[in-house]
Structure formats: C-alpha cells, structure tokens
C-alpha cells in the first residue's frame, strides 16, 4: 500500500512558476514510476507527466513540453512538477500518482490532489 499526498498548488498570476511536491509513504518507493495528472472543471483527468523509477525516464503531455519538469528524490520519497510560465488554460486539480511500471503507466495509487488556479 503506498499512500500519496500533494503540496503546493495556490493561486498564480499567467506567466508565473509553482512547483508541487508529492510525499509517498512507503520503502519501495524508487520500484514505482510516477505521474501527475490534473483534471479541469468540466473535463477528464488528463495525463501531465511522468517518471521512471530511477527518474532516468520522463514523459511530458504535449501541453506542457518546455513548461514544466518532473522530477524525483527517491532519498525523500518525494517527486516533485515544477511547472513555469504558467496559463490560465493550466487551472485544474492535480493529482499524484504511482504505478508499478512506467510503460504502460496505469496508476495503482493516487493521491487526494492539490488545486492551481492561474489568473489571467
């Protein structure tokens, strides 16, 4: 059982930087690959990123190539989305997850998410 949870998200102006962190309880923590996802009022949970167990592998969403950066600290069991240049269009709940591989990545866990809300 791997418990997840979010830290980080508020409320930015357009143009500016949060970075969210996701603390895993646990001590098999580097065997998961990791992910954010992020679900906007109205729509489904969409992919965002993800990461290899060893962070030597990540995956970015189209939408957010060049924006943001997944990494991880598997020495704190935490893995963090640095996201830059931030858009309104970006306002969604975020969500952690972890899953037994990185590809395919099909979530077995998830955290209760953290909201950002980008002001235009």
């Known amino acids: 059982q791997v418990q997840l949870v979010e830290s980080g998200g508020g409320l930015v102006q357009a143009g500016g930087s949060l970075r969210l962190s996701c603390a895993a309880s646990?001590?098999?923590?580097?065997?998961?690959?990791m992910g954010w996802f992020r679900q906007a009022p109205g729509k489904e949970r969409e992919f965002v990123a993800r990461?290899?167990?060893?962070?030597?592998?990540?995956r970015y969403a189209d939408s957010v190539k060049g924006r943001f950066t997944i990494s991880r600290d598997n020495a704190k069991n935490t893995v963090y989305l640095q996201m830059n240049s931030l858009k309104p269009e970006d306002t969604a709940v975020y969500y952690c997850?972890?899953?037994?591989?990185?590809?395919?990545?099909?979530?077995?866990?998830w955290g209760q998410g953290t909201q950002v809300t980008v002001s235009s």
């Open positions: 646990g001590r098999t923590f580097s065997s998961y690959a």
């Open positions: 990461i290899s167990g060893s962070g030597g592998l990540t």
């Open positions: 997850a972890a899953g037994s591989s990185y590809v395919p990545f099909k979530p077995d866990y």
